[in-house]
């Protein structure tokens, strides 16, 4: 039910714009989110949306990356910039249909994919 897309390698201090495309209606209303994995590391949080426009983001990414939503097309968003080499990873969108914590991958009910993000140096 999630798509991703516009992954790809960029150079460091560069910017790529992820997209997600959710279909179904059940996930039109719930918390979404960015998760990332690189090589050898666990999958770990990056951004997260409600329906209403509430967002967190991980220390990280905070002030570099932004998340976005459109509920009228069930999208979801991932601006980046200011791209590091350690910000290469597969990025995966996540919807949360019931309740947990924004922040855990176990909160999360459907996931993508996923899409290669690659920063070179």
């Known amino acids: 039910q999630l ?21 179904g209606r059940t996930v039109s209303n719930s918390v979404m989110a960015w998760f990332r ?6 999958r770990e949080f990056v951004a997260a949306i409600s329906s209403g426009g509430t967002s967190l983001y991980a220390d990280s990414v905070k002030g570099r990356f932004t998340i976005s939503r ?3 097309r069930i999208t979801v968003y991932l601006q980046m910039n200011s791209l590091k080499p350690e910000d290469t990873a597969v990025y995966y ?12 991958a176990t909160a999360y009910d459907y996931w993508g994919q996923g899409t290669q993000v690659t920063v070179s140096s």
């Open 37 to 42: 994995q690189a090589p050898g590391k666990e």
């Open 93 to 104: 969108c996540a919807a949360r249909i019931y309740s947990g914590t924004w922040s855990s």
């Open 3 to 23: 798509a991703e897309s516009g992954g790809g390698l960029v150079q460091a201090g560069g910017s790529l714009r992820l997209s997600c495309a959710a279909s």
């Open 70 to 72: 459109d509920n009228a």
